[in-house]
């Protein structure tokens, strides 16, 4: 099995398969230069209305804002808890360690919804008011898993030793966490963050239950969407494409070039899942 | 060689945080499906099976999630039909295989959201896909069953969770050891031959893992089903979502939310050990 002799029929699968997955983003960023709105072969009149449209969008950018905010927050709290996690299921040993893990790792696989409206159940019990606080929340405790299936990798990869030697040597737990544990985890903690910050500006399940009275961007194209069609929509989902493409290739740019940069990818989108 | 004090320190805000905030949400909604409302307004706490029982006798729920399973097991067939050859020509025969395993990531940094909405910008009355039919005079009026309909979930979805079905596959077929697949067919087998009794019995745990995602994930899916699916489409996400709104009936929402929560980790438990079964290293 070599690359010199690839059967016709497989070249062609994979041709047709990659126009299903690109013909849709295609078809998405040219309609956001269609001067006469969304549909309609062939596309004609282009503009850049939409986005023109956009800038004076005021609701539009108050969302973006608040996905801004809530995205930084998730960040802080997943990996702030998802190291202190990871940290403990490599080296502690403790009674239901087998249940905590899969308590983590929950949300990954349990369909959104049913994270969303547990949390909500805890909010209306609490007598708390549903707000951007309440998103946080959940998106801070759902991308936990995120966070410590990714520096949890990243343990496997640093070498324990080091560690061990600095204390032998003696710097204290502290010292060895900061000079030695953290920067040897620091790849793994970048590419949590960046992985975390995207998953949360485009989380939609989860946030459907805890959403107060200001919208996430997600949630403003959501209820925009009901009401219609309107290739402003285009406009800033082209934008938002562009700009996690950005992420994706400065992720990448962070991490050497290796055979197991795949494995981390695959990762990444399992903790998309 | 960690103290206890760091062992303490590094387990017990995690472990708190979770029990707080995952594991007792996850108990109230096991409570909630066991109240029931009154007057149309109040949950009150009489504890009992009720809503279960609800669930039972009620045929449109058994048909709303028989209908999600099929329109989650149409997704994972075509998912695995998509992705494996993907994964078998980026394994084997791709000349620049990071090239192309980036490529089958890419779409799935775009928003889900905008890309359900693109599907349906294709697929409407007045959408991409039934004007260029006119215009190529090939139909004369709109094809209207294209849009709300199960057929434009599955092919939403399917078009959403096959690079989730491609990695897993894709991870198994590169740890094929390729000296196995040289003896194969140095000993003589055919390249067909060696496929069928080489290399697919071993990335079968990958061809699983990349089912089950395909299937746990649209199964939940609500939003394809809302955007793309009219009555047809409705999945049981959907009668989740209506319960905790418009209909105010939690503890109801709640019983069916329990039940999609246990058929999940079934699915799971299940896969694991089919996973473990089949793997041979």
């Given at each position: 099995m070599n690359a010199g002799r690839r059967p016709l029929w497989l070249r062609l699968h994979v041709i047709v398969v990659f126009a299903f997955l690109y013909l849709p983003i295609a078809i998405l960023v040219v309609y956001s230069f269609n001067g006469s709105g969304v549909g309609g072969f062939p596309p004609h009149d282009f503009t850049l209305n939409w986005y023109r449209a956009l800038l004076d969008d005021g609701a539009l950018w108050d969302s973006v804002f608040n996905s801004l905010q809530v995205a930084a927050a998730a960040v802080v709290i997943a990996v702030g808890l998802g190291l202190p996690a990871a940290l403990a299921l490599d080296r502690v040993n403790f009674?239901?360690?087998?249940?905590?893990?899969?308590?983590?790792?929950l949300p990954l696989i349990l369909p959104g919804i049913i994270t969303g409206l547990s949390l909500l159940m805890l909010v209306v019990a609490l007598h708390m008011r549903l707000?951007?606080?309440?998103?946080?929340?959940?998106?801070?405790?759902?991308?936990?898993?995120?966070?410590?299936?990714?520096?949890?990798?990243?343990?496997?990869?640093a070498q324990r030793s080091q560690e061990e030697a600095s204390l032998d040597l003696g710097a204290n737990y502290w010292q060895t966490f900061w000079r030695i544990t953290l920067p040897n985890l620091k790849l793994a903690i970048i590419g949590a963050g960046l992985l975390i910050f995207t998953l949360s500006m485009d989380e939609i399940a989860v946030s459907f239950f805890l959403i107060g009275r200001e919208n996430t961007l997600p949630l403003e194209i959501w209820s925009r969407l009901r009401r219609g069609m309107t290739p402003e929509i285009n406009a800033i989902s082209t934008i938002i494409f562009v700009f996690s493409l950005g992420l994706i290739l400065l992720w990448?740019?962070?991490?050497?070039?290796?055979s197991e940069e795949w494995e981390t990818a695959a990762r990444a989108v399992e903790g998309k899942a | 060689m960690f103290s206890r004090a760091y062992k303490a320190a590094v387990?017990?805000?995690?472990?708190?945080?979770?029990?707080?905030?995952?594991?007792?949400?996850?108990?109230?909604?096991?409570?909630?499906?066991?109240?029931?409302?009154?007057?149309?307004?109040?949950?009150?706490?009489?504890?009992?099976?009720?809503?279960?029982?609800n669930l039972l006798h009620v045929p449109v729920y058994a048909e709303v999630l028989l209908r999600s399973m099929k329109i989650a097991g149409g997704v994972t067939l075509l998912a695995l039909l998509l992705g494996y050859p993907l994964a078998y020509y980026v394994a084997f025969y791709a000349k620049h295989k990071q090239?192309?395993?980036?490529?089958?990531?890419?779409?799935?940094?775009?928003?889900?959201?905008?890309?359900?909405?693109?599907?349906?910008?294709?697929?409407?009355?007045?959408?991409?896909?039934?004007?260029?039919?006119?215009?190529l005079h090939i139909t004369h009026g709109p094809?209207?069953?294209?849009?709300?309909?199960?057929?434009?979930?599955?092919?939403?979805?399917?078009?959403?969770?096959?690079?989730?079905?491609?990695?897993?596959?894709y991870a198994a077929l590169e740890h094929v050891p390729r000296n196995l697949i040289?003896?194969?067919?140095?000993?003589?087998?055919?390249?067909?031959?060696?496929?069928?009794?080489?290399?697919f019995p071993l990335s079968i745990p990958g061809v699983i893992a990349g089912a089950t995602f395909a299937f746990v994930l649209s199964l939940g899916d609500f939003l394809a089903p809302l955007l793309l699916g009219g009555p047809s489409g409705v999945m049981i996400s959907n009668i989740v979502v209506t319960l905790f709104?418009?209909?105010?009936?939690?503890?109801?929402?709640?019983?069916?939310?329990?039940?999609?929560?246990?058929?999940?980790?079934?699915?799971?438990?299940?896969?694991?050990?089919?996973?473990?079964?089949?793997?041979?290293?």
């Open positions: 009674p239901g360690k087998a249940i905590f893990r899969r308590l983590v790792l707000s951007l606080f309440t998103i946080v929340l959940g998106h801070g405790t759902a991308l936990i898993s995120v966070a410590t299936t990714e520096i949890f990798a990243g343990l496997q990869k990448y740019r962070l991490r050497k070039p290796g | 387990a017990i805000p995690p472990i708190f945080w979770v029990a707080a905030f995952l594991l007792t949400p996850y108990l109230l909604l096991f409570c909630n499906s066991f109240w029931s409302v009154q007057g149309g307004q109040v949950v009150i706490h009489n504890w009992g099976l009720q809503n279960y029982k090239l192309l395993y980036q490529l089958v990531i890419i779409p799935l940094w775009v928003s889900y959201l905008v890309r359900a909405y693109a599907w349906k910008t294709i697929l409407g009355t007045d959408g991409v896909l039934n004007t260029l039919l006119q215009y094809a209207e069953f294209l849009l709300y309909s199960p057929f434009a979930v599955v092919l939403t979805l399917t078009h959403i969770y096959t690079p989730f079905a491609f990695l897993p596959i040289e003896a194969s067919q140095d000993l003589g087998a055919s390249r067909v031959t060696t496929f069928w009794r080489v290399v709104g418009a209909a105010y009936d939690w503890p109801l929402g709640a019983a069916i939310s329990v039940c999609m929560m246990l058929l999940v980790i079934a699915i799971l438990f299940l896969t694991e050990r089919l996973e473990k079964k089949w793997s041979f290293t």
